[in-house]
């Protein structure tokens, strides 16, 4: 995938309805169900056996920078539209985009203790932020920070349009967050959560391989 | 990640000590006194309105949240986790919204009364005092509830981040708020149903054994303030102490529902009951007013001697002999015969 460089506004390029994110080829991103036999808690794999894990199963997923900072663009179809957490068994919809942040990080297990991942994770109660998430391994992410990254959500026709952004460089020590550099390649998994499904935490559909960005100089 | 609490090697591993309670219900008046000491202690918080960690119902019913006994959750009998039912927020029962403006500061007093602002449908008691059975053999008795601090908590198993923990010194069940991200798979889990959910912070909740307490020497706030002194607290493994002694020794002290798996650390002295009436107001001694299949399937089969075992000892104190059953349950010296190891007073307690 091209993270096309356009000479837009921080604010366009967080925006979905913006005229850039039209003019950019959007990716279509296979999605599998995250694998019962992975989930941390054996109360988890029991209580799910037979049931569908992972209900959106194709993304279209797009990504401009613009020397400053880079955003993506996520649309997928959903025809429920869970806003927010109302009762003790609604669930809201989310989307996180997987980063490793060293080494050959494994997508399949989050990462691990010497290799962790940095997820950018966007939730529809919360729909204006994505938080910033550091995994070395199932179970164990951790936020660090909710300001670095932006988030904006439409929900039109039955679709998810969502965009993340961030600058490319943050501050955030080298093992909290992934650096973006023009003209390198870096490695993204992407997730989403179908809240009307009952899908939160490892219960989510999943890219089970790495895809790359480069940065377009 | 700690061990304490789940299965290894075939083995619950379980911590160095226990701490648990003895709660005998023929001295429940269903006062709710424990259930507002711990709510003006520890949930008075933003989004706890609706949260009572510890709860008093009334049996037979539907119980907090309304319908627990049937949602499922716990273990099977080979260790295998159990799929349990969420219990909704209109389940646990909400806390309502009552008009005290439109009564106290509307000049509205003398046309209406204070009333919830929405007619409610349930609520946290909604079946207090109902009971079972026709007049004049109706039944009920009180059974208040906690978390159960379980040797194998399926609330604990169940997280998949680790945020519930097990204490190696006292087997107090906590849930980590840092780690906690409010995905509930907790609130399934756990057979007896006394997590709540905090909407405000997105996580899950629950009783806490008053641990800050503890530490200062100071019992459960629940079973300090109980009036009906019925809230034995102390370590399980202690021959001198009340817990022991009801549940051990004597054997008469049950927990509730062991089939759920989890091995509770709140234990019952089940509910003796006057006899039945006959068609004449005779008394009929040929069955219980309890359906002792009833209180089975609470208690499980022992509940049978443990009556037997109440009604002889009762009996030995009823013709001017001695119990020591009897003068334990009855608790004469206040605090130290029911919760020994923390008899301070809070209000003599100095913080730092």
Same mark, same amino acid.
């Given at each position: 995938m091209l993270a096309k460089k356009l000479d837009i506004s921080a604010r366009d390029l967080g925006?979905?309805?913006?005229s850039a994110w039209r003019r950019v080829k959007a990716e279509p991103v296979e999605l599998a169900g995250?694998?019962?036999?992975?989930?941390?808690s054996a109360y988890i794999s029991v209580s799910r056996a037979g049931k569908t894990v992972g209900r959106v199963n194709r993304l279209q997923v797009s990504s401009i920078h613009n020397g400053r900072e880079i955003g993506f663009h996520l649309e997928w179809e959903d025809p429920?539209?869970?806003?927010?957490?109302?009762?003790?068994?609604t669930f809201p919809d989310g989307a996180a985009l997987l980063f490793p942040i060293?080494?050959?990080?494994?997508?399949i297990t989050m990462g691990t203790e010497s290799q962790p991942v940095n997820a950018w994770h966007w939730r529809a109660d919360r729909p204006d932020r994505a938080r910033n998430n550091v995994a070395?391994?199932?179970?164990?992410t951790r936020v660090?920070?909710?300001?670095?990254i932006h988030a904006s959500a439409v929900w039109l026709n039955d679709r998810w349009h969502v965009v993340f952004t961030r600058a490319l460089?943050?501050?955030?020590?080298?093992?909290e967050a992934v650096q973006f550099s023009v003209g390198d390649e870096v490695r993204v998994a992407f997730a989403v959560w179908e809240g009307a499904n009952g899908e939160r935490a490892g219960l989510k559909a999943f890219s089970p391989t790495w895809h790359s960005v480069r940065l377009e100089t | 990640m700690s061990q304490i609490g789940r299965v290894k090697d075939g083995q619950v591993v379980r911590p160095k000590r226990q701490l648990a309670m003895v709660f005998d219900l023929n001295k429940c008046?269903?006062?709710h006194t424990c259930a507002i000491a711990c709510k003006t202690l520890w949930?008075?918080?933003?989004?706890?309105?609706?949260?009572?960690?510890t709860v008093v119902n009334t049996l037979p019913g539907q119980g907090t949240p309304r319908g627990w006994e049937e949602s499922g959750g716990g273990f099977e009998q080979d260790g295998r986790p159990r799929s349990g039912r969420m219990p909704s927020k209109e389940d646990f029962g909400e806390a309502w919204e009552f008009n005290y403006d439109e009564v106290?500061?509307?000049?509205q007093g003398q046309k209406t009364?204070?009333?919830?602002k929405e007619k409610p449908k !349930?609520?946290?008691?909604?079946?207090?005092?109902?009971?079972? +059975?026709?007049? /004049?053999n109706s039944y009920y008795f009180y059974m208040p509830r906690i978390?159960?601090?379980?040797?194998?908590p399926a609330c604990l198993e169940a997280c998949p981040r680790s945020a519930i923990y097990k204490r190696e010194e006292d087997g107090i069940v906590l849930i980590n708020e840092d780690r906690c991200?409010?995905?509930r798979f907790c609130m399934e889990a756990?057979?007896?149903?006394?997590i709540y959910f905090n909407f405000a912070r997105d996580i899950s909740q629950k009783c806490i054994f008053c641990f800050p307490r503890l530490e200062k020497g100071v019992a459960p706030a629940c079973a300090r303030q109980c009036p009906g002194r019925l809230r034995f607290v102390g370590?399980?493994?202690?021959?001198?102490g009340p817990i022991y002694k009801l549940?051990?020794? !004597?054997?008469v002290a049950l927990p509730l529902?062991?089939?759920? +798996?989890?091995? /509770?650390?709140v234990y019952y002295v089940p509910p003796l009951a006057p006899p039945r009436l006959g068609p004449t107001g005779n008394v009929d001694?040929?069955?219980?007013?309890?359906p002792i299949e009833y209180l089975r399937g609470l208690f499980g089969e022992r509940v049978d001697e443990v009556l037997k075992t109440l009604e002889s000892e009762m009996a030995k104190r009823r013709r001017g002999e001695k119990s020591e059953l009897m003068d334990l349950l009855i608790v004469y010296r206040w605090p130290e015969n029911i919760f020994p190891d923390f008899p301070e007073d809070p209000a003599k307690i100095t913080q730092g």
């Open positions: 925006d979905p309805g913006a995250a694998p019962l036999g992975m989930q941390p429920t539209h869970n806003l927010e957490v109302n009762d003790t068994n060293k080494g050959d990080a494994p997508l070395a391994g199932l179970g164990t660090t920070d909710e300001d670095t460089k943050v501050p955030a020590g080298r093992d | 008046l269903g006062c949930t008075r918080e933003e989004g706890m309105d609706s949260m009572w960690w106290f500061h509307a000049g009364h204070l009333k919830p !349930w609520g946290p008691n909604w079946d207090e005092d109902q009971g079972a +059975g026709e007049y /004049p978390c159960n601090h379980c040797t194998h991200k409010g995905y756990c057979p007896y149903k006394r370590y399980l493994d202690d021959p001198e549940a051990k020794q !004597w054997k529902h062991s089939e759920y +798996g989890t091995h /509770p650390n001694d040929s069955k219980p007013r309890i």
